[in-house]
């Protein structure tokens, strides 16, 4: 994937990023006319585009159910909440666009949020970067520490560290094209390494958390077979929790 670099944009950050994930960087005057899905850094941030759409994370677009009133009523917070402890350490070891760590870390808990896939990563990076020039979402962003990166090595080497693990393996989409949103039609383009849900199960075990969370949908068997201690259902989805 080429990351390309308008005179605006951040040329160090544009740097550090491509090193990190393993773009190739090229400085143009002005957005390149490609059909294909790419990279575009300026002033505004990063944006995956192609020839019709374009997108970039925006943290700001979850505020209203990240406030104090609210948070508590987030299906997935209801879900991961312990009872005994204040401050959890989570890690989210499906992190995607952080938008469920960002919910987490704003009900306070302190997240590790790992992404293996590149684009998604720098998408995710750049969403938190221009997130902490924002007061309104700086605080909750100070609690998520976000890797690039396989968890299923990070949590076979995290014996005890976290206090939850939160596992969202992708699963298929059943919309029309025409229904699912723009992200989501843009990302379904790129080329993504085949996901190990049952072996992300595993290192979370081998993790030994007091807790692990499995987003699935509603009408799907439990991951890996795994029966969880109990589950928190909503309307198309559920969490499955499986209590150690
Ligand atoms: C369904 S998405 C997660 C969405 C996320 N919960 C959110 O709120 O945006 C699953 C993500 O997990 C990532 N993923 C899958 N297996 C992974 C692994 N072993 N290590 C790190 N990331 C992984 C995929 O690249 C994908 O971005």
Same mark, same amino acid.
């Given at each position: 994937m080429?990351l ?17 994930v393993?773009f ?13 899905v790419h990279l ?6 990063l944006?995956l ?7 970039? #994370? $925006?943290?700001?677009? /979850? !505020?209203?159910? @990240? ?7 987030? =299906? ?39 992404e293996?896939n590149p684009v998604i990563y720098a998408l ?24 690039? #990166? $396989?968890?299923?090595? /990070? !949590?076979?080497? @995290? ?7 939160? =596992? ?18 843009l990302l379904?383009?790129l080329e993504r ?52």
């Open positions: 080429t390309y670099l308008l005179p605006s944009g951040e040329k160090t950050w544009a740097e550090e990023l491509a090193k990190k393993g190739s960087l090229c400085s143009v005057d002005e957005e390149p006319n490609e059909t294909e575009v850094l300026s002033d505004k941030g944006f585009s192609n020839e019709t759409l374009s997108y970039q #994370g $925006d943290f700001s677009a /979850l !505020l209203p159910r @990240a406030r104090e009133y609210r948070i508590g009523g987030e =299906l997935l917070v209801k879900a991961a909440k312990p009872k005994s402890f204040a401050s959890p350490r989570l890690f989210d070891a499906t992190a995607g666009l952080g938008e469920d760590s960002f919910l987490l870390a704003a009900a306070g808990f302190y997240v590790t949020l790992c293996q995710l990076a750049d969403a938190m970067k221009r997130g902490r020039e924002d007061e309104r979402l700086a605080p909750i962003l100070s609690r998520m520490t976000p890797i690039f #990166g $396989d968890s299923i090595p /990070l !949590l076979q080497k @995290a014996c005890g560290a976290y206090d939850v693990v939160y =596992l969202d393996p992708m699963f298929p989409m059943r919309q029309k094209s025409g229904l699912i949103k723009k992200k989501f039609q379904q383009l390494p085949e996901e190990n849900g049952e072996g992300m199960l595993s290192a979370a075990l081998a993790a030994k958390p007091k807790k692990i969370l499995v987003k699935r949908p509603k009408n799907v068997p439990a991951l890996g077979g795994k029966a969880p201690s109990y589950t928190v259902s909503g309307d198309v989805i559920r969490y499955d929790c499986i209590v150690l």
